[in-house]
């Protein structure tokens, strides 16, 4: 029996942690030919998460430019991926959650009347503005894929409220699988000033903070927060910020932060470094997706700089709490967890409700299954 061709398909740093589990698994069972495609929607960080992983792409579209837009990203996705699939012409193509490349890939492979397995499906927040352009990238993307691989029993829900129920499986998040083979006790960071920093006298809070939807005000109000808990907490906390490249992001972060003398504003950290900081770490703030299912992973309460999340479930547990984007809300919230050991405890020691480690494996026979590979549907992952 011929192999199974299996084409992964992502652009972005978050895309590729969380897919590179995948390529492995996929790899290494005899059953599939995998290849793997990346559009380099972002290039310099996606590359440091292939360095990680080791993975060598057989198709780079590379498509990356200066003041690149919504627009030029999907139509350069489009054109060479149109010529990538009628070369290979794989059986199922896979995207990952809810980015243009993800939109693209999809559409294309359609276009192509190639199957579409959708990677992280089910996630909403109900608004098409937020986060933009993510929410409708997924919502589309639904329509179109014909396996969906929903991290929790909430993100099916999601898919059947719309009516997608066929080839839809709760495998639980692959980011989980990600940090089993990341985080490492021994791991020094390249940049000297995380090496030196003190993890255990101090506590250290992990700041990400670049999503457009909190461009202007909203990320205003984010760094006044930042400051005054840096200042109010002089004695007690470090924070640590990787700056995101983006011009308006650079500008905000450092006109209210750079000078303070327990702020580190320091370049965007590679994969493996992000996971290893936040391991250490007290406490993370972040307007990140991805971060809100990892942090929990570790231990780490999360403060969400946003005003709602389309991953609701780390709510319930009690690992996440929506901050959203006022100065004094944030302010008071990060307080609580500085201040109050039982506050804190409450949101260390919640379950984390996204993964335990074995999605790639139930991704992978999920394929096997729906192309009736195996007479076995993979096991549903449960939140304990």
């Given at each position: 029996m011929d192999k199974l061709k299996v084409m992964t398909i992502f652009g972005t740093r978050p895309e590729a942690i969380k897919m590179a589990p995948l390529v492995k698994e996929l790899e290494r069972r005899p059953e599939f030919e995998s290849s793997c495609c990346v559009t380099a929607q972002h290039?310099?960080?996606?590359?440091?998460?292939?360095?990680?992983?080791?993975?060598?792409p057989e198709f780079d579209l590379d498509i990356m430019e200066a003041k690149q837009s919504l627009s030029t990203i999907t139509s350069k996705c489009l054109l060479g991926l149109e010529t990538v699939f009628q070369q290979v012409r794989p059986d199922l193509v896979l995207v990952h959650g809810d980015t243009s490349t993800t939109f693209a890939g999809a559409l294309a492979a359609f276009y192509q009347q190639i199957s579409i397995g959708h990677v992280e499906a089910g996630l909403r927040t109900g608004d098409k503005y937020s986060p933009f352009p993510e929410e409708m990238n997924r919502c589309m993307v639904s329509r179109l894929a014909d396996l969906h691989f929903c991290p929790t029993e909430s993100n099916r829900r999601n898919l059947a409220a719309e009516g997608v129920a066929k080839g839809v499986f709760v495998t639980g998040n692959t980011v989980i699988d990600a940090l089993g083979t990341t985080?490492?006790?021994?791991?020094?960071?390249?940049?000297?000033?995380?090496?030196r920093l003190d993890y255990q006298g101090k506590k250290v809070i992990v700041v990400t903070c670049h999503r457009r939807e909190n461009y202007g005000e909203p990320m205003a109000q984010i760094m006044k927060a930042l400051r005054r808990l840096a200042l109010t907490y002089a004695d007690q906390v470090e924070l640590v910020y990787p700056v995101h490249l983006s011009p308006v992001v650079q500008k905000a972060a450092r006109s209210r932060l750079e000078g303070l003398d327990n702020v580190h504003l320091v370049d965007p950290l590679t994969a493996?470094?992000?996971?290893?900081?936040?391991a250490r770490s007290y406490l993370v703030l972040t307007d990140s997706g991805g971060l809100q299912e990892e942090a929990p992973a570790l231990g780490k309460p999360v403060l969400v700089l946003r005003r709602e999340t389309e991953r609701p479930e780390a709510v319930a547990a009690g690992t996440v709490r929506i901050a959203g984007t006022h100065e004094t809300d944030i302010f008071n919230l990060?307080?609580?967890?500085?201040?109050?050991?039982?506050?804190?405890?409450?949101?260390?020691h919640a379950v984390n409700p996204y993964g335990d480690g074995t999605a790639c494996r139930r991704i992978a026979d999920a394929i096997l299954y729906y192309f009736g590979r195996s007479s076995r549907p993979p096991e549903t992952f449960q939140s304990r």
């Open positions: 290039r310099q960080m996606l590359d440091t998460v292939l360095d990680i992983f080791r993975i060598k985080v490492r006790d021994d791991f020094r960071f390249t940049t000297e000033e995380l090496n493996d470094e992000m996971h290893n900081l936040m990060a307080s609580e967890l500085i201040e109050s050991p039982a506050a804190y405890a409450g949101m260390a």
